[in-house]
C-alpha cells in the first residue's frame, strides 16, 4: 500500500490553541484510504514531474485534538478559531464569540488568502519580466536551451 501524508505547513510552524480551554493543540492523524476512481485520486497519486502512484493510497491528514479537553478541530476551522482568538485576546472562546465572530473571521481569512495569492503571483511577473529584460539586454536572440 501507498502512503502519503499531508500536513500543511502553519500547522507544523505556527502554535495554535484551543478554544474550549486555552491548552496548545497538537496534529492529530487521521487515515483512510483513496482508491483508484475515488474524485480526488488523480490529486493525491501525482506528485512531482511525471512520478505517480500506482495502486491504493493510504492518506494520512491532520486535525487539532487539545489533549486536556479532547476537543478535535479541523485544520480549517481552526484557522478561523485563531482569528477569532485574535481579535477577542484571548485563548479561551465562549460559544457567542465564536457565532459574533464568525463570518467577520472567515471574511479575513479569505482576504488574507488572496493577498497573499496576489503577491505571489506579482513576484512570478517580475521574476519573468526581469528574465525578459535580461534576454533582451543582452542582445543575444539565439536560443540556447540549458540542461
Ligand atoms: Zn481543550
Known sequence: MNKR???????KKRKFYCSCCGEKLI????????????PDYKEHSYFGRGKHLIGDIEMTEYDFKCLSCEKLTSFDEQCVIEEIQKYVGVHTLSQDNINENYEKANATLKRKRKIRSIISKLFGTAVLILV????????????????
Open 5 to 11: 501524508s499531508i500536513m500543511p505547513l502553519a500547522m
Open 27 to 38: 496534529p492529530y492523524p487521521k487515515t483512510r484510504i483513496v482508491k483508484r476512481g475515488d
Open 132 to 147: 525578459i529584460y535580461y534576454w533582451i539586454k543582452s542582445g543575444d536572440f539565439s536560443f540556447k536551451i540549458y540542461f
